[in-house]
């Protein structure tokens, strides 16, 4: 089945410690996302990729990096200087459409 | 930058009842999206709204493309259970291809037994 992919479902982040979300599309499209979302609240978006090796900050970048090697894939660091990592981190991506989104990974700190 | 603001925040209501909420801008969007979420899992797409006064059903729900272009509408007839989620409205901020969106604040629908 085409989709989005994202992985783990669950992560915990030590003090100190940076982790890496996976997010993986079979769709073909060109343009990848990655979205916070804080409880009872909307999406902001982080960084976003329209073609492989390139991307651009969004609103609330700081913090996070990001790498776009292959078409199908987009992998966001949560790095330690990211004081509040705590959140739903959500990845999606289109092409000249709607975007369609992964089910999130869950990332604690422990 | 551009804003969506999103009424009611949230919603309690009888199974079976119709439910209308909406969508407004500062500024003119050329696309209205809508999406709903159920917990712990990411925003499925419901409609998509390209022309203004444009009117469009999917199933038991439906939406509007406001005319002034700032503002969208959806509705849903006759909930059932499996409607319970919060729908967020969503907009792109340029010419809509592979740009951003802007997403509103969302409205939490809950069903009371």
Known sequence: ?110 | GQQLNQSPQSMFIQEGEDVSMNCTSSSIFNTWLWYKQDPGEGPVLLIALYKAGELTSNGRLTAQFGITRKDSFLNISASIPSDVGIYFCAGPTSNFGNEKLTFGTGTRLTIIP
């Open chain 1, 1 to 110: 089945d085409g989709g989005i992919t994202q992985s783990p479902k669950y992560l915990f982040r030590k003090e100190g410690q940076n982790v890496t979300l996976s997010c993986e599309q079979n769709l073909n499209h060109d343009a990848m996302y990655w979205y916070r979302q804080d409880p009872g609240q909307g999406l902001r978006l982080i960084y976003y990729s329209q073609i492989v090796n390139d991307f651009q900050k969004g609103d609330i970048a700081e913090g996070y990096s990001v790498s776009r090697e292959k078409k199908e894939s987009f992998p966001l660091t949560v790095t330690s200087a990211q004081k509040n990592p705590t959140a739903f981190y959500l990845c999606a991506s289109s092409i000249r459409g709607p975007q369609h989104f992964g089910d999130g990974t869950r990332l604690s700190i422990l």
